[in-house]
């Protein structure tokens, strides 16, 4: 194969991701490399962050969305401290979040991780967003976490389980894998399925996990959902920066793998109107004296303190998500709050493991998927410490 041949995106496109990655390699070796490289030093970093949009999916239900582009440096990537890196700005009245006439905001890493899809020494920079003053811009819920922090709650250790579920769809809005224009068999076979007639899009979600994995993210698993073409992976446990850091730069790798696979993956919280299972986000949460022996008195004292903040907690725990909380299909409804062991129809779950130690963590089940994981991080640490 020709270097012009090698470097048409389309071909490279169309190769899974490991066949792409060895005729990257090959294409090094053939020493193509200064038709797509100025210099030999210069690496690639691709600045992500969270955009102001409340963008519609082909479903019309709205949820934020993940924007970024790539800086070329012109000297080796040595660091992976965000500190290493500098501001740079784009143009936010084309993201939601600036007017035309006064349009820059500034992007400031926060967090730099391997890209494991370039490889080498190229990097993903998650970066949060301030305005020209060098004020926190209105979208930018990292800072917000951050100014909450206290050395009591750091002191605590906080930690988070994020389990995200997501739902493939083809780029005509269908389910990936459903028959066009129908339905597959109704929900049973599918959670934690195996078997091509029970799941759909396993090469995607492999593909993401092994992404996460050589990015260096705390991710802690990935399973098959209730309804086809609904999967999740979870990230966690980690702490209350690094899991919003985490989860907004898995979403991204998600996407981006997603043009790859031909699949749109979509956050909404109810993709599929009727007796399907809706999308969510259960964030699984402990502090130090919940892990320690004995630590169901404090998860006790913590879900008290929860029943009394669930009207705060709703409303910003994702938009659409009362198409979720029905009652059915697994969730409490959006107006009561109710705890319980091993209850996956309560706001609150115990885990059986937690309830037969005595000790560890509670998991809110409200949160939908389409949630700002600095939100839901938040207001865990605001209620269990007032
Ligand atoms: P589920 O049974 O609800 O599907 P998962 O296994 O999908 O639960 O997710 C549980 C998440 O909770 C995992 O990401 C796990 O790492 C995380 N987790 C485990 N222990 C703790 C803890 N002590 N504090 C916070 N998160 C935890
Ligand atoms: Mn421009
Ligand atoms: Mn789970
Ligand atoms: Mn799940
Ligand atoms: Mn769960």
């Known amino acids: 194969m020709s270097c012009s041949q090698l470097s048409s995106k389309a071909s490279l496109a169309a190769l899974p991701t490991n066949l792409r990655k060895s005729q990257h390699q090959a294409r090094r070796h053939r020493g193509c490399y200064a038709v797509v490289r100025i210099s030999a030093l210069a690496q690639r970093a691709e600045y992500i962050w969270a955009d102001g949009l409340e963008g519609s999916d082909s479903k019309g239900l709205v949820f934020n969305e993940m ?23 784009y143009d936010g009245s084309s993201t939601g979040q600036a007017e035309g006439n006064n349009s820059d905001c500034i992007l400031r890493p926060a967090a730099v991780y391997p890209d494991p899809i370039r490889g080498g020494e190229d990097v993903l920079v998650l970066c949060s967003v301030y305005n020209p003053d060098n004020t926190a811009h209105a979208t930018n819920t990292r800072a917000l976490l951050e100014n909450l922090l206290t050395p009591a709650m ?10 995200q579920e997501y739902t493939m769809l083809e780029k005509s809005g269908n389910v990936h894998g459903w028959p066009l224009g129908g339905y597959p068999a109704p929900q049973g076979p599918f959670y934690c399925g195996v078997g091509s007639e029970s799941v759909y899009g396993r090469p995607l979600a492999e593909a993401h996990m092994d992404a996460c994995i050589r990015a260096g993210l705390g991710i802690s698993g990935i399973n098959a959902e209730v309804m086809p073409g609904q999967w999740e992976f979870q990230i966690g446990p980690v702490g209350p920066l690094e899991v919003g850091d985490q989860v907004l730069t898995a979403r991204w790798l998600l996407h981006r793998l997603g043009e790859d696979f031909g699949i749109v993956s979509t956050f909404n919280p109810k993709p599929v109107k009727g007796d399907w299972n809706g999308t969510g986000a259960h964030t699984n949460f402990s502090t130090e004296s919940m892990r320690a022996d004995g630590g169901m008195v404090a998860i006790k004292a913590a879900i008290e303190k929860l029943s009394k903040t669930h009207a705060e907690h709703i409303a910003q725990y994702g938009t659409g998500n009362e198409m979720r909380l029905t009652g059915k299909h697994e969730t409490c409804d959006i107006n009561t709050f109710r705890s319980g062991v091993a209850d996956r129809g309560a706001s609150i ?29 938040r207001l865990l640490l605001k209620t269990t410490f007032s």
């Open 67 to 89: 924007r970024s582009k790539t800086k070329v440096i012109q000297k080796p990537i040595t660091s992976l401290d965000p500190k290493d890196f500098s501001d740079w700005s």
């Open 154 to 163: 750091i002191a605590e250790k906080p930690l988070y389980g994020f389990e």
């Open 349 to 377: 779950r115990i885990p059986l493991p937690v309830q037969l130690l005595n000790k560890g963590y509670l998991e809110d089940r409200r949160p939908a998927a389409n949630v700002d994981p600095y939100v839901v991080a």
